[in-house]
Each structure stands twice: as structure tokens, then as C-alpha cells.
Nanobody
């Protein structure tokens, strides 16, 4: 059974940092590209970051401004999202996703999804 389980979401003040984790099981983790997406209430799911299965190349949308960093540890079947200088507009449910082959910024390209973890940025 394929599982992706996110953790690390929390309430954090503006300017703060947070590290999300996602543990995968039931599929060949090291052969899959991984990504983080987020969805705020009333908005569409938005691409946050991706990391390739091979050589761990990272991919971010231009709007992320270098505040987020994705990484992976294949030995632990885990992918992480380090988020710094958080803003209230970063408030959303954050999802990790996995796909075979090269990474993508399109949610429809991903095969497996976690249930999400809530990140709230507020003073």
C-alpha cells in the first residue's frame, strides 16, 4: 500500500521558520520525483517545490523568492521542505506528492499524494 504522510505543520509567527517532513512507503522511493504543493481556502492547489529522482535537482517556481528549500533522504524514504521568512500568505495545507520519472510543477502529473499538514502564519 502506497503511503505519503506529512508532518511538521504548525502555527508560526511571520518571519519565522518551519520544516515539513513527508515519509513515503509502498513504492520505490528513490526512483520517484517528489514535490510539495499547497492549497489555501478557496484557492487552487499551488506548486511549491520539487526534487528530481536522479541527482536530486531542485525546482522552484519563480515566485518563491528563495525562501523555501526542498531536500530528500532516500535512505529514510523522506522528503523535507524548509520554509524561512514565512508570511501570512504562506498559510495553507501543504501536501507532498510523488511521481515516476522527471519532476514536474503540474499537480496532475503526480501519482501519489499525502493527506496534508496545516501551516498557519499569524501573529
Amino acid at each position: 500500500q502506497v503511503r505519503l504522510v506529512e508532518s511538521g505543520g504548525d502555527l508560526v509567527q511571520p518571519g519565522g521558520s518551519l520544516r515539513l517532513s513527508c515519509a513515503g512507503s509502498g513504492f520505490p522511493f528513490s526512483s520517484y520525483s517528489l514535490a510539495w504543493f499547497r492549497q489555501a481556502p478557496g484557492k487552487e492547489r499551488e506548486f511549491v517545490a520539487a526534487i528530481n529522482w536522479q541527482y536530486s535537482e531542485q525546482y522552484y517556481p519563480a515566485s518563491r523568492e528563495g525562501r523555501f528549500t526542498i531536500s530528500r533522504n532516500n535512505a529514510e524514504n523522506a522528503v523535507y521542505l524548509q520554509m524561512d521568512r514565512l508570511r501570512p500568505e504562506d498559510t495553507a495545507v501543504y501536501f507532498c506528492a510523488a511521481k515516476e520519472g522527471v519532476y514536474s510543477g503540474a499537480a496532475s502529473h503526480y501519482d501519489y499524494w499525502g493527506q496534508g499538514t496545516q501551516v498557519t502564519v499569524s501573529s
